[in-house]
């Protein structure tokens, strides 16, 4: 069982299990383990005063890589301890763990390691599994596998019974969620590299030490080993290669430092530099292990390696992390998690998202037998959405638009703009377009349920509300049956989330949704993509650029004012900022953050305007948000999504699941009770701030 995580400071980084770890490349002399300590403890240094726990060197460092014939002379092997002696005792004052290289000699063999350091203690020492000897390696000359020996323990520079051996995880008493396995450089290159292991047998943290010369396209293809082994073992992976001062007699050296976390770059080193350097990376442990505890094939994995697993023997320490005080993340979380910040990446997505969206609708269409579909067209995001949809599946099935029939239905708050855009909206796609006043037959029902509106009375509560979305849903529904077509919805994941829907005779319901797995900030920005790429034209794009202008607002309650030309009603006003809410959901139900540590990410995400924002949004679009505007957002968010709304998406129609980051289908990535409780959720609050560190505000 884990322990439970010390309380720390809010607006500390490990408070939230994030660890800070370090990727070090020294410049080297060549066989000169003084100079190499004196670099390897600079470093060293520098990543605790940087606030990392974790610091790895390059394969061989203390000694260089490229000694070649000089690794059997007994000078260089009595330099290498005593300067592994010196990296030793000056990690005495430093909170850091440490993974350095060197080659030792063991009961007569000679063996490539990694020395695993912390607060003055060997804490173990690990060989090279595979040594390479073809093309331009020949460390078998050298160095035996370390399966050669059969030592579990060792004496080493006046420290007695070291752990040593290839099967070793490195737990962290004061952070449980930190476990470590080290592999050096070939072990990564060979069909099963030893971390693979390593992470079935609770490994979080996988870490190389590498030499690995350079030649035309070898960082590519690193790179993308680092990345697969990161991502198949769900695992964050520290890979640090020599740089300069490698002897360059045959061979050339880039000094490649790289982290990654599960598949997904954090940093890398300037490759070609002509001097030591040190990166760092805060890795989120809690991503790892929450997708470890979904992806069930990992533990089916981990049960079948049973027997390989076991062999791995547990060596505790306590790195003494620096959770205390305030220690803002190096990291950046984009603020909008569902959008790929990269323009080339974001239009390759709103691509696939389109084709995901317009496929499922033609396969449902052509199951049906339709040819035809019904559409009610607002004015608005949503609508604008599942109508470009619409016209697509038409262009693919070759099928005229105007078997698109959109039904605009103004109400007692419908605005001036948004009718305008529904209706220039529908004439520049080419879809059918009717208009139906819902006012009469709204006051007719209202009328007969008795409800003070009808008999004149300013009214606006939610059945009033509610009668205007049931009608418009109730039409649609009819004239479907009509025109033996189905209804096509257009609710997004948002919404759903925060029950921003009218159950049943609502919004909620249609024969088949496309817009229930994209929420409201990727929509904004599909909308965006086509408008500029103008791929339905010009006329077209005008009305979309209108519509992503437009408040987003349900347009059910009148305004007090005389302004009927805008939306008056508020949407985000009520459920909150929508932007924030969708940053809130993609923690929450990707992973299964606590509200606690998405609350400090939303901070760190939000806390700045312009910060982490996209050159295309405009200056006036750029917002920044306290820890007290999260903390009430956050709110509403946990008690709608977790204990109000889920009997709504319990019942929800089909729509295709869109992204990584979910959805909400009872019959896909969200399985919940609709009684539930947000209870153990909204006790969480307390443990968030209602100010920002130093001046309060931010």
């Not at 030793?88 to 350091?117: E, F, K, M, Q, T």
């Not at 084709?355 to 019904?374: F, N, P, T, Y």
């Not at 005389?562 to 959901?585: I, M």
């Not at 699941?657 to 969480?684: C, I, N």
Request: hydrophobic share 40%; charged share 20%; glycine share 8%.
């Amino acid at each position: 069982m884990e322990k439970q995580r010390k309380p720390g400071s809010f607006f500390n980084l490990y408070r939230h299990n994030f660890v800070r770890v370090a990727v070090a490349v020294p410049e080297v002399r060549v066989a000169d383990p003084a100079f190499n300590a004196a670099q390897t403890v600079a470093l060293m240094r520098e990543a605790a005063t940087r606030k990392a726990m974790l610091a790895v060197f390059p394969e061989l460092g203390l000694s260089a890589y490229s000694c070649e014939d000089l690794f059997q002379q007994q000078a260089l092997q009595e330099g290498v301890l005593a300067a592994l002696a010196q990296v030793a005792a000056a990690s005495r004052a430093l909170n850091l763990l440490s993974v350095v290289g060197a080659p030792l000699r063991i009961d007569g063999v000679l063996y490539n390691c990694a020395a695993v350091i912390c607060r003055g203690q060997i804490l173990g020492v690990v060989p090279k599994s595979y040594p390479p000897n073809y093309r331009e390696f020949y460390e078998l000359r050298h160095f035996a596998p370390g399966e050669f020996s059969g030592r579990e323990t060792i004496d080493l520079v006046g420290q007695s019974a070291v752990p040593f051996g290839s099967r070793i995880v490195f737990e962290a008493e004061d952070q449980p969620l930190f476990s470590l396995a080290v592999e050096i450089c070939e072990d990564l290159w060979t069909p099963i590299p030893p971390t693979s292991f390593a992470a079935l047998a609770g490994a979080t943290v996988l870490a190389n030490l590498s030499a690995s010369n350079i030649n035309i396209g070898k960082d590519e293809y690193r790179s993308q080993l680092v990345a697969n082994q990161s991502g198949r073992c769900l695992a964050a992976y520290l890979y640090s290669a020599a740089g300069f001062g490698e002897s360059t007699t045959d061979l050339a050296w880039d000094g490649h430092g790289m982290v990654y976390e599960n598949g997904s770059p954090l940093a890398s080193t300037q490759r070609f530099k002509y001097a030591s350097q040190l990166i760092t990376a805060d890795v989120d442990l809690d991503r790892l292990v929450q997708d470890r505890s979904r992806q069930t094939s990992f533990a089916q994995s981990a049960h079948r390696h049973a027997a390989e697993t076991a062999r791995y023997r547990r060596v505790r320490f306590s790195a003494g992390l620096p959770s205390q005080g305030t220690l803002l993340l190096e990291r950046t979380f984009e603020r909008f998690p569902y959008v790929p910040s990269d323009p080339a990446t974001r239009d390759a997505r709103c691509r696939d998202v389109y084709e995901i969206q317009v496929q499922g609708l033609v396969k449902r269409l052509r199951s049906m037998g339709a040819d035809k579909v019904v559409i009610g067209v607002s004015g608005g995001l949503d609508s604008t959405q599942a109508l470009i949809v619409c016209a697509r599946a038409m262009d693919v099935m070759a099928l005229p638009r105007a078997n698109i029939l959109g039904c605009t239905m103004p109400g007692f708050a419908t605005s001036e703009r948004t009718l305008s855009q529904a209706r220039r909206l529908m004439a520049a796609i080419g879809c059918t377009a009717q208009e139906i006043d819902i006012r009469p037959s709204c006051m007719q029902m209202l009328a007969d349920i008795g409800h003070p509106y009808a008999q004149g009375k300013p009214v606006h509560d939610i059945t009033f509300e509610n009668v205007q979305a049931g009608e418009r849903t109730s039409h649609l529904f009819r004239l479907a049956n009509r025109n033996n077509a189905p209804v096509v919805g257009t609710s997004d994941l948002s919404e759903l989330a925060l029950g921003w829907t009218t159950y049943g005779v609502g919004d909620h319901m249609a024969h088949y949704h496309v817009n229930a797995s994209v929420p409201k900030t990727l929509i904004q920005y599909l909308i965006r993509h086509v408008a500029a790429t103008r791929q339905l034209g010009e006329q077209t794009s005008s009305v979309l650029e209108a519509v992503l202008s437009t408040p987003i607002s349900p347009e059910l309650v009148p305004g007090s004012g005389t302004d009927a030309d805008q939306p008056t009603q508020s949407s985000e006003a009520v459920v909150g900022p929508y932007e924030l809410q969708d940053f809130h959901l993609y923690y929450i139900l990707r992973f299964g953050f606590d509200p606690v540590k998405v609350a400090f990410m939303a901070w760190s995400a939000w806390q700045n305007p312009g910060v982490g924002t996209w050159p295309d949004v405009p200056q006036s679009e750029r917002r920044a948000y306290s820890i007290a505007e999260i903390k009430k957002w956050l709110e509403v968010f946990l008690e709608r999504f977790f204990q109000l709304s889920q009997y709504k998406r319990s019942a929800i129609p089909n729509s295709p699941k869109v992204g990584s980051g979910g959805s909400l289908s009872p019959r896909g990535d969200w399985r919940a009770p609709s009684d539930g409780e947000a209870t153990a959720w909204l006790a969480r609050l307390d443990e968030i701030p209602d100010q920002g560190p130093g001046n309060g505000k931010r």
